[in-house]
């Protein structure tokens, strides 16, 4: 009953900014920990950003000056804005939501840094 709806990847140019949003449905009235992670071609995957249901964030260290997480309870929605993008940030983002303690997840939205 879970769905993950991920929107607002492209194609940018390096230095340029993008904003991902995530919307969650079929979470009832409860308010969950949602984030994002990435996976590069050839690469695994790996953590960007999560935000607990009080709003406390973390990041992956090499991506927090340039990464904010987000969230709308009211929306059930989590957003990523990405800021000076780098061609290695090319990658499907995938976003998950946490509920009962298991993970549900998008199918993901890909996002291309390229001049």
């Known amino acids: 009953q879970v769905q993950v709806v991920e929107s607002g990847g492209g194609l940018v140019r390096p230095g340029g900014s993008l904003r991902l949003s995530c919307a969650a449905s079929?979470?009832?009235?409860?308010?969950?920990?949602m984030g994002w992670y990435r996976q590069a071609p050839d690469k695994q995957r790996e953590l960007v950003a999560t935000?607990?249901?009080?709003?406390?964030?973390n990041y992956a260290d090499v991506l927090k000056d340039r990464f904010t997480i987000s969230r709308d309870n009211s929306l059930n929605t989590v957003y990523l804005q990405m800021n000076n993008l780098k061609p290695e940030d090319t990658a499907v983002y995938y976003c998950?939501?946490?509920?009962?303690?298991?993970?549900?997840w998008g199918k993901g939205t890909l996002v291309t840094v390229s001049s």
């Open positions: 998950y939501v946490t509920k009962w303690g298991i993970d549900y």
């Open positions: 079929g979470l009832g009235l409860n308010i969950n920990p």
């Open positions: 935000i607990t249901s009080g709003g406390s964030t």
